[in-house]
């Protein structure tokens, strides 16, 4: 089976250059780190690219698959044009998000509204953008849909969220009746929803069912479930109601390579699993050929990425742990402290010696959970060293905060050997800019 980008750590790109160095893109990471400062989120647009002909690839077989990209792992301006470039839609769950691949230019009738409680103003906004689909996730959404929609003289296209009873524990999962999950309908609240739908809200246009079951995803059995699960609802709403739905939102999820322990399933493999399952189903249920549509976030966007630091102090425990610091940590990479992700890094600088150490290396916020890696052999560190953590390109950048008014750091693009600022570095005038000192307050 072919292998695909997700299941690599580094970049496609990565390599050592002739000085010894680190280098992306064509671009000396020790060089960037100079130009740039650090922390330094580095983004490889040949990876990006990599990855999405990996999916048009793997699912060629099935003309009507539509890949979304699930904006939430990395949304910024240049990262919506590439995508949109490559021929992908958008898969957004906030105001913000839809409008940042609006103003990249994005053909808005791609891109999906999705989240558990939208507001009426991003409902509002999102329709008035033209937004193709909204995944609707509970009854008060329907209603307060249907009203911006009707005061609009428009009729918003949706799906339903589903719950169908399939949850992912990162590499296991489960199958249940019904689960306790915040997200969408249970599937014995669709009729009840198809109803309101059929009988009510009038400015609803209902085209089919959406479900997403997890992150991290390397258990590729869990595709054809949700299949399953889908084609089986689909064909007994046909029955019940005449209604033909004819797409199906698989979600996203597929997991990547963080650590030499990590083995992901490649896009290949997932693609045959998925298209044969669909081929099954469409036989199995007499339904006619759904649209399919697919929201990976992580494993488009996060191996594309690294991030570089400068390390700095030290401290070495008698008789335990070696400490080395870096100038970022948990406002830049919140997912060590949150979910205790593990990630692969190298000293990006040429080193002469052959030592190596055991080190663990120690955020600079003030919180003792700040630990991005614990336990990685890295060469003997001096003060100074680059640190290139790797596959950083998810769910860093779009988590990050400016927690203990750090600055959050800035993104460059590199692509044949060229870098380019895609997120400017915030400044301290930045972090005050939305400080309000009331008059009577003033010094
Ligand atoms: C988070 C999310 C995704 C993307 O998940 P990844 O693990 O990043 O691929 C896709 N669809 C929905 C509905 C999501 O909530």
Redesign the pocket.
């Known amino acids: 089976m072919a292998s695909s980008t997700n299941q690599y750590i580094k970049p496609a790109t990565a390599a050592r250059n002739s000085d010894g160095n680190l280098s992306i893109g064509g671009c000396d990471l020790v060089s960037l780190a100079d130009k740039y400062g650090t922390p330094l989120y580095v983004l490889d647009e040949k990876t990006i690219r990599s990855i999405c002909k990996d999916y048009k690839k793997a699912f060629e077989k099935y003309p009507k698959v539509r890949m979304m990209y699930?904006s939430?792992?990395l949304c910024t301006g240049a990262v919506a044009s590439i995508l949109a470039n490559e021929g992908f839609g958008f898969?957004t769950v906030s105001a913000g998000e839809i409008y940042t691949v609006y103003k990249a230019g994005a053909d808005m009738s791609k891109v999906l509204f999705?989240g558990n409680n939208k507001s009426y103003d991003e409902l509002s906004l999102a329709l008035e953008l033209g937004v193709g689909r909204f995944s609707v996730d509970n009854f008060l959404e329907l209603a307060l849909l249907n009203q911006i929609a009707q005061a609009n003289n428009k009729t918003a296209d949706i799906l339903l969220r589903i719950t169908p009873g399939i949850e992912c524990h990162t590499h296991e999962y489960i199958q249940t009746g019904h689960l306790d999950s915040k997200f969408g309908f249970d599937l014995t609240q669709v009729d009840e929803a198809i109803d309101l739908i059929l009988n009510e809200y009038k400015n609803l246009k209902l085209h089919g069912l959406h479900a997403?079951i997890g992150?991290?995803i390397f258990e590729t059995g869990i595709y054809p479930d949700e299949i399953e699960i889908l084609a089986k609802e689909i064909s007994r709403i046909d029955k019940k109601y005449g209604l033909t739905l004819d797409e199906i939102n698989i979600?996203?999820?597929?997991g990547v390579k963080y650590t030499q322990d990590d083995f992901p399933p490649s896009v290949y493999e997932v693609a045959d699993l998925i298209v044969t399952k669909l081929y099954d189903v469409i036989e199995k249920y007499n339904i006619p050929e759904p649209f399919v549509f697919l929201?990976?976030?992580?494993?488009i966007i996060s191996t594309a990425g690294v991030t570089l630091y400068t390390l700095g102090s030290s401290k070495q425990v008698p008789h335990g742990t070696k400490y080395h610091a870096i100038d970022g940590g948990m406002a830049d990479n919140p997912r060590p402290s949150m979910y205790q992700a593990k990630y692969y890094a190298e000293i990006a600088n040429a080193k002469e010696t052959a030592n190596s150490e055991m080190v663990t290396i120690a955020g600079r916020f003030c919180e003792s959970g700040d630990i991005l890696i614990r336990n990685i052999v890295l060469p003997e560190i001096n003060e100074g060293d680059i640190l290139c953590v790797y596959n950083t390109g998810?769910y860093n950048y779009s988590m990050a905060s400016n927690y203990n008014r750090v600055q959050k750091p800035a993104m460059v693009l590199v692509n044949d050997s060229d870098a380019e600022v895609i997120i400017k570095r915030e400044t301290l005038d930045d972090l005050v800019a939305h400080d309000i000192i009331p008059d009577r307050l003033k010094l």
Not at 295 to 299: I, K, L, M, Q
């Open positions: 699930a939430k792992a898969d999705n997403h992150s991290q979600g996203g999820g597929l929201e990976p976030g992580r494993s998810a």
